[in-house]
Structures are given as C-alpha cells and as structure tokens.
C-alpha cells in the first residue's frame, strides 16, 4: 500500500475545486502517513496570469497548518512548473526555483509550443493524434535537456489524456525514437518519474505514464518513480493506488521514493498491495 500521495492541487491551483484544510483532513481519513502538495505554476503560458499561484499567500498557509496538524500527518511543501523549452521560461525557473524552500518540485509539460492538449483545438495543428503525440515528446525531450533543478518529470504522456484515441493505439516502440533518448536523459541527470494514478480515474486502464514507459525506464536503471494522485478535490485523492502500485511492481520496482527538503528517500512496497 502507498501512504503518500505527492502530487497535490488545492484552491492555491486555479483549476483547484477543495481547499488545503480539507485535502489535509480527507488524507487523515484516509490513513495516509504524508501528503506534498504541489501547486501549479505555468508561468508564461496565460496572458492573464492563471495557473500560476500566489507563491506567498500558499507557502505561509501550508506552513501553518503543517503545524497546526503535527503528529498528525507530515505536509509537505511543492510545486508542479510548468516547463517549455525557451530561454525567458528558463531564466524565470532558474530563478523561482531556488527562491523557495520547496520539499519537492515536479516539472511537467502540459503545454506544446505554448497550446494545451487539453483542448481539442489542439489538436487541429496535426494530421493524426500519433503526429501529436510525437510533437509532445520531442519537447519534453528539450525540456529534459535544458531543465535540470526539479526532482520528478510528472506525468510523461499527459498528451495521451486528451487525444480522440487517447492511449488505444499507443505503443511504446512507435515513440522509441524519441522516448529512448528522453528516458536516458531524465536518468542521465539522477531525475524520477512520477507515477500518475489520474490515468485510472479517467478511464485509460493505465497510469501517466502508461506502464511500458515504466517497465522501459527501470530496464534503463531509472529511479524508483514517486507517486501521486494529481488530486484536485478531496474525492480523488490516493485513488486507484492498489493499481499504481502493481504497476510499479509489474515494472520491476519494490519500492518508490519521496522527496522532503529536495533530499530523496525510498519507501517499499508492500507486495499484498
């Protein structure tokens, strides 16, 4: 069984829909151990400023009600940042990284040539969903190579969620072109994936990232991925972890690991998960 969830979105998200106090006391119903919230910022992808948080208003709550609940679970301070290859996205991180006394730090591309996949008109750009697909990897691929102070590249093929076919024709070796070289990259630099149990709840049959980019990246000598449920309301928090974690056991894993003051430690698997 996992008992830490570490990809977390409250009210401090734009897209947030239950606030911090909650998602503490629903982790506490549910018997988690520690929770690391990991607020959005996508800096530069919006004109008008959303999906990225007021820095400030989040570290301070965070830390009081980190005190407030002591003993009673451990909470974490992140962030999820929003990455695009381009150097004043780069010189904005490089900066806001370091300015903050984060537990943890996903890097995450949800964005291509600053367009959401979210969005069908995504879509429209290209000739199929696998010309797409491929156009997505190839920037996390830049990302990898030019980004280097996060601890977990989140949810690898977020892209797969929004495509008209979504993960159904998706195999690894169509991709390995570009997933090779991006999986060595991210190993290269000591980097962990993230196992992103969201896929489950949105009916893909498998985790972001799907399990053959698992299984691909431990054959490769990855880290063990840490794991989150990219929750943003009570109700989705640490769901469908019993699937994240035969996934992780299903790729070679015993364990997964946990990032507190940046340093990494790993927690085993219990193999009745």
């Not at 988690?32 to 990225?52: K, Q, R, W």
């Not at 998706?170 to 992103?196: M, Q, R, W």
Request: hydrophobic share 35%; charged share 30%; glycine share 6%.
């Amino acid at each position: 069984m996992i008992k830490t969830d570490c990809h977390l979105h409250s009210t401090f998200s734009t897209d947030g829909h239950s606030d911090m106090e909650s998602e503490i006391n629903h982790a506490i119903e549910l018997g988690l151990d520690t929770i690391c919230f990991t607020e959005h910022n996508d800096y530069g992808t919006n004109a008008d400023g959303s999906f990225v948080v007021d820095i400030r208003a989040y570290h301070d709550k965070l830390y009081q009600l980190k005190e407030k609940y002591s003993g009673r679970i451990e909470v974490l301070f992140g962030i999820e940042a929003g990455f695009q290859p381009t150097d004043h996205i780069y010189d904005y991180f490089k900066g806001y990284l370091k300015a903050w006394d984060f537990d943890f730090i996903i890097g995450s591309s949800h964005v291509v040539k600053n367009k959401d996949p979210y969005f069908p008109v995504f879509f429209d750009d290209y000739a199929d969903d696998d010309a797409a697909y491929r156009a997505y990897f190839e920037e996390e691929l830049e990302n990898a190579r030019m980004y280097e102070n996060y601890d977990s590249y989140g949810h690898l093929d977020y892209i797969l969620r929004y495509g008209k076919t979504r993960n159904k024709y998706f195999t690894y070796e169509k991709f390995a072109d570009v997933l090779d070289p991006l999986l060595k990259t991210l190993i290269s630099h000591g980097k962990c994936i993230e196992v992103n149990s969201a896929g489950f709840r949105k009916d893909m049959g498998n985790p972001n990232p799907h399990i053959d980019i698992v299984k691909r990246y431990h054959e490769l000598g990855g880290l063990p991925p840490t794991v989150g449920s990219d929750a943003h309301a009570c109700e989705d928090m640490a769901a469908d972890f019993d699937k994240a974690a035969q996934v992780l056991f299903e790729a070679g894993y015993d364990s997964y690991s946990i990032f507190k003051g940046r340093r990494r430690y790993e927690l085993k698997l219990k193999t009745s998960c």
